[in-house]
């Protein structure tokens, strides 16, 4: 049994679904059973959003140490401005702002590695001086920005079937094609092998530097896709809608199980720990307690999660 | 006179390999002794545990008749006054000469300390290295490779609380240009008057013979010759280091000049042009780190520069910094170089992947019940065998390998021979770095490197150990292109 | 002797970063060139030089602290509260949480965990507990340390002031003193320490403890130039403290770090900030300016190295 969850890598995710029925079943305790199912539907509601940029920076950190992206939430802000904008409320415009969401995450993404590449500095480094100017420009632009998303997305971040919202059921569908990018194709692969030694990684004809655009690329990308999905959601852009994404996404990527000494790195690790921290913070409330202790216990968990993996080489 | 160290009977084994196999070793006081041996004779793992960072599996450690074996360690060594000089710098880069003096020496602490730190390396430095020209508070890594060298190497002379009794220097001339090579050896032989004794390792002879009063030849983890220096000849040297009866070219008679080249370009140094032709298997010889590797990464990285028109697929011989990927099965460390080539419809064909691994498994004998267990399940041998495997289930036909034999058992080296051989014959081409003498038969020519230069090139009827030895150890008369 | 005047203008990039964006603004505005000028202008700069300070001795073992910006906020938060109601609590909390800071070095070490998903979740921790201890905007900083942050000594603004002292305090410490060189050599070749001898159990947590030190005065100057507080009070200080010390010439690996080039930075930081305010120009693209100089300085140490190899 062991064994099966080591080589399957379900140990590695595991954890963060334990969790997050514990803290559920919990929940529903306290409330005396009511509301179950509400919970449960809006925690997967929200979990989408964490989920779609911890998958990005998963990706990152995924490629080995020193691999983080800062400049995520300035992106979400960036891409939610430029969404909004372009859609300008006209339930026709939806794609083409999603688009422009995607694009704008690309050239952002594109940035990124420019500077890794140019500067020769640590990928930390490229994307907190990159978000700095990412986010003055997202502030600048989503100033007076008072456009209201196009009711077409408006009602499709709300739709659900059976209790499921259909936006979740739609990124699941996502993250599991992502999870097939992962581990069936080279691109993947290629993530994987780099974050586990770079230098081996060359040597055995993986072409590193095309893995890491690709990559930084990738996750600037779902930052803006993120950013306009959650304008949509949550009825409009504001300056600071991406700031809780920063700590957010890579706590989401450390409690799903993912190594940040690179190379190891799974999926549905992402739902779970997103859940998890969603449903912590619904458990947490209604036993009465109040935001500080939910943040509180948060930090604990992301330390115990990395101490109970620990042992691992140093991930810088 | 009692020995200022006595070691006595002293194994180390790794794996497969017994680096010392009872080795005795005694130094006097105020001597300086010469060691030398080709790659891989055991010179490093002793003079580790001298210094300490290495622990033996058997065997006694006597320093001026106490018993210290029990729990020696690095400061164990220093507080008996014995300073090691290693080839890879144990210096801080960000640090300067004085800082880095400091380091070491605890005492040197409170009011005025940088002076007296910087006082104490320039002392030594000066005494050792006479015009020297190193800025005391220039950080050490903005140094050049040789004056970093000098200052480690007079670090290791600097006195504070202990008495320097004997110092271990490892290939210390390898970055020194001729002067301060010469100011060294000088130095070591006017403090033998102080009772300061030397173990020198160096791949010049000539120098050895010169400064040593009493050479210690090793060759497969024992002492093979323990004389005095004066009894000594280079040519009697090279003869004891190498093995007594060998034939030569055993590969004869399979070369084909006819063959067209795969790889031609300018060698480093600029004397030999280095090519490759199909078919053949090429030995890039000489001691280890004299810049074998990196003319095979400059072939990697550069092919064009090599008129290379073939995939070229990398063999890594430091299994764990350059090869393995740790947190993979077997069957994906085989299959990373192919998986473009694993391919349907865009996604990584997993029956494909295993019928590749499962193939290779059988063909080169990985010792695993199941491809899918982690590599870290296999011993050295085996991950190295899977190295293999992953360059020849490529479709690269160049086959660059570094030194890939490091630390394998011996049934394992013969049937990768073989292989290469089948493969060689099957029209792939080999250019094999190898630090191992024996290996060297099974090429059908060689390029020795010293200095990180191509200094002979070995047809196939001139490949003897004779030959290699005389080329990678430098006569010092010889004169430096 | 031959100068080497690359490395030269490598080190003096962050003061000539500082010098170019001082011209540029007494150019433009010249009633700038005033004590009242400079003191309006440099306001806000003394916690951010303490924060960047904190940052750079963890970044000395090749450490990231993404939870100084927490930390920060923790101890305003303290400081509007227990501080001034009861001082001794309140002196006994901030001690503890450097004692905390100084654990969590050890924590690292000892486990050999990543300091970077470590100091994420303490970031959690510390805007946790300022909730805790502060759940509404608010508070009262205590009257001394108000009166302490707005002294006006005569003729150099305080801010420029304790720019200096905490400069040169730094630099002593880490640059000149015995001990400093054993902890800035643990970052450049930790085997090497540890090979002479040293505990690297004891620099870690001392180079955490010095940091937590730096994050404590960061939040009482904080807390005495806004006199109140909030949980969100010094969210942006992570990101800034790194690109604070970063700007100043501390590198991300190998032990290379400058006090007095992290004070700079900050400077260059708080100026950057403050410049398009003092300008009347769209107060939008303040943190723009903040990252453009710091691209900028970055780009031209990497030509810098650049031409450095080409040697």
Redesign the interface.
């Known amino acids: 049994m062991a064994a099966w969850l080591a080589r399957t890598g379900v140990r590695d995710w595991l954890f963060a679904y334990v969790g997050a029925v514990t803290v559920w079943l919990v929940t529903v305790v306290i409330a005396d059973g009511f509301g179950a199912m509400q919970t449960l539907t809006a925690g997967l509601g929200f979990a989408v959003f964490y989920v779609l940029v911890a998958t990005g920076q998963m990706f990152v950190i995924a490629t080995g140490p020193g691999n983080i992206d800062l400049s995520i939430p300035a992106t979400v802000t960036l891409g939610a401005g430029v969404a909004m904008s372009v859609m300008a409320g006209s339930d026709a415009m939806i794609v083409p702002g999603f688009l422009a969401a995607i694009a704008t995450g690309i050239a952002v993404g594109s940035f990124n590695y420019a500077l890794i590449r140019a500067l020769r500095i640590p990928p930390i480094i490229a994307t907190l001086s990159s978000s700095f100017v990412v986010q003055s420009t997202a502030i600048w632009y989503g100033r007076g920005l008072s456009i209201k998303p196009p009711d077409a997305l408006q009602d499709f971040t709300f739709a659900r079937v059976l209790d499921v919202p259909v936006m979740t059921l739609v990124a699941v569908l996502f993250t599991m094609a992502m999870a097939v990018v992962l581990r069936r194709t080279v691109y993947g692969r290629s993530v994987l092998a780099i974050g586990q030694n770079p230098k081996a990684a060359h040597l055995a004809g993986v072409d590193v530097e095309r893995t890491r655009w690709v990559t930084y690329t990738l996750s600037a990308a779902l930052a803006g896709f993120t950013g306009a999905l959650f304008a949509g959601f949550s009825g409009g852009v504001s300056l600071d809608m991406g700031a809780q994404f920063l700590l957010a996404s890579i706590a989401v990527v450390v409690i799903g199980g993912t190594s940040v000494a690179g190379g190891r790195a799974n999926l549905p690790g992402l739902w779970g720990a997103a859940l998890f921290l969603f449903l912590l913070v619904t458990m947490l409330n209604a036993a009465g307690v109040g935001s500080g202790v939910r943040q509180l216990l948060t930090g604990v968990l992301i330390i115990a999660v990395i101490t109970a993996a620990g042992g691992e080489q140093r991930g810088r | 006179m009692t020995a200022l160290v006595e070691l006595g009977g002293l194994e180390k084994r790794y794996e497969a390999v017994r680096a010392l196999d009872g080795v005795d070793l005694s130094v006097a006081a105020g001597e300086v002794l010469g060691l030398v041996g080709h790659n891989g004779a055991g010179k490093s793992t002793l003079i580790n545990v001298l210094a300490g ?1 290495v622990v033996p599996d058997a065997g006694r450690i006597e320093v001026r008749g106490e018993d210290l074996t029990r729990g020696y360690d ?2 164990t060594a ?1 507080d008996r006054g014995i300073r090691c000089v290693f080839q890879e710098l ?6 300067t000469a004085a ?2 003096t ?3 020496h ?1 005492s ?3 009011h005025g ?2 002076e007296r730190a910087r006082a104490l390396i320039m002392a030594t430095l000066d005494a050792v290295f006479p015009g020297h020209g190193i ?1 005391p508070d220039r950080r050490i ?2 140094l050049s490779i040789g004056r970093r060298q000098m200052v480690e190497i007079a670090r290791a002379f600097t006195e504070t609380e202990t008495p320097v009794r004997l110092v271990i220097l490892d290939e210390p001339t390898s970055s020194l240009d001729s002067t301060a090579a010469e100011q060294l050896l000088a130095y070591v032989r006017r403090r033998q008057a102080d009772g300061v004794a030397t173990i020198l390792i160096s791949h010049l002879l000539g120098e050895i013979l010169s400064a040593a009063d009493r050479v210690v030849v090793m060759r497969d983890g024992k002492v093979v010759a323990d004389r005095a220096a004066s009894t000594l000849a280079r040519d009697a040297l090279v003869g004891l280091m190498g093995h007594v009866a060998q034939q030569p070219g055993a590969a004869a008679g399979r070369r084909r000049l006819d063959a067209a080249k795969v790889l031609d370009g300018p060698g480093p140094g600029g004397r030999h042009r280095l090519e490759l032709r199909r078919g053949e298997v090429v030995g890039l010889a000489g001691l280890a780190g004299h810049g074998q590797t990196a003319a095979l990464l400059a072939i ?1 990285d550069r092919p064009r520069a090599f008129a290379a028109e073939a995939a070229l ?2 063999v ?1 011989g430091d299994r764990q ?8 099965s077997i069957r ?1 460390n085989i299959a ?2 192919s ?2 080539a694993l ?1 349907r419809h ?3 064909d ?1 029956g494909g992947v295993s019928e590749l691994a499962e193939t290779w498994r059988q063909r080169i004998g990985i010792r695993t019940p199941d491809v ?1 267990n982690p590599i870290l399940s296999l011993s050295g041998g085996n991950q190295q065998k899977v190295l293999f495997a ?1 360059a020849l289930a ?1 479709a690269a036909t160049i086959i660059l390998m570094d030194d890939p034999m490091r630390g394998v058992d011996v049934g394992t080296k013969s049937e990768v021979y073989a292989l290469i051989r089948q493969e060689a014959t099957a029209g792939r081409s080999f250019l094999w770095y190898t630090t191992e003498l024996d290996e060297l038969v099974h090429c059908d020519r060689v390029y020795v490197f010293r200095e990180d230069e191509i200094v002979a090139h070995l047809e196939q009827d001139e490949i003897t150990e004779r030959a290699v030895l005389q080329a990678s150890f430098r006569a010092d008369t010889e004169a430096v292109a | 002797m031959i100068i080497d005047w690359r490395e030269l203008v490598r080190t003096s990039l962050p003061a000539l970063a500082l010098a170019a964006l001082l011209g540029a603004i007494f150019w433009l505005q010249p009633r700038a060139m005033s004590y009242q000028g400079l003191n309006l202008l440099l306001n806000l700069s003394i916690p951010i030089v303490f924060a960047t300070l904190a940052q750079m001795f963890v970044l000395t073992v090749g450490d990231l602290d993404l939870g100084i910006g927490g930390f920060v906020t923790f101890v305003a938060c303290v400081t509007v509260t227990w501080l001034a109601e009861a001082p001794l609590v309140g002196v006994l909390i901030l001690v503890a949480a450097i004692g905390l800071y100084a654990a969590v070095g050890a924590l690292i070490e000892l486990r050999n965990l990543p300091a970077i998903v470590v100091t994420l979740g303490m970031s959690f921790v510390w805007f946790g507990l300022a909730v805790i201890v502060l759940p509404s905007p608010g508070g009262r900083t205590p009257e001394w340390l108000i009166a302490a942050v707005r002294l006006r000594p005569p003729g150099i603004p305080l801010a420029i002031l304790a720019a200096v002292g905490i400069g040169l305090v730094g630099h002593l410490l880490l640059m000149r003193t015995s001990f400093g060189v054993v902890l800035r050599g643990a970052g450049g070749n930790p085997r090497a320490i540890t090979r002479a001898g040293w505990s690297m159990l004891q620099i870690r947590m001392t180079l955490y403890a010095l940091a937590g030190l730096m994050g404590v005065f960061a939040g009482l100057t904080l807390a005495g130039i806004t006199t109140s507080a909030d949980a969100n009070i010094a969210l942006r200080y992570t990101l800034l403290s790194i690109a604070g010390a970063i700007l100043g010439g501390s590198q991300f690996t190998g032990g290379r770090v400058s006090p007095i080039g992290a004070v700079l930075g900050a400077l260059v930081m708080t100026l950057a900030a403050s410049f398009l305010a003092f300008l009347r120009l769209n107060p939008d693209w303040q943190i723009g300016v903040q990252g453009a100089i710091l691209i900028l300085v970055l780009a031209l140490r990497a030509v810098l190295d650049r031409l450095a190899g080409e040697r």
């Not at chain 2, 144990?90 to 640090?95: F, K, T």
């Not at chain 2, 910094?321 to 993979?328: I, M, N, R, S, T």
């Open positions: 960072t690095v400061t220093t144990s210096l801080c880069p960000n640090l800082e880095n400091r380091i070491v605890r040197i602490r409170g300390w940088h800025r890594g903005d990697y697929a990398f890594a910094a350059d090869g393995v990927f740790p947190l993979w994906d990373v170089r998986f473009a391919r865009g996604l990584l997993e899918r992953r490529s």
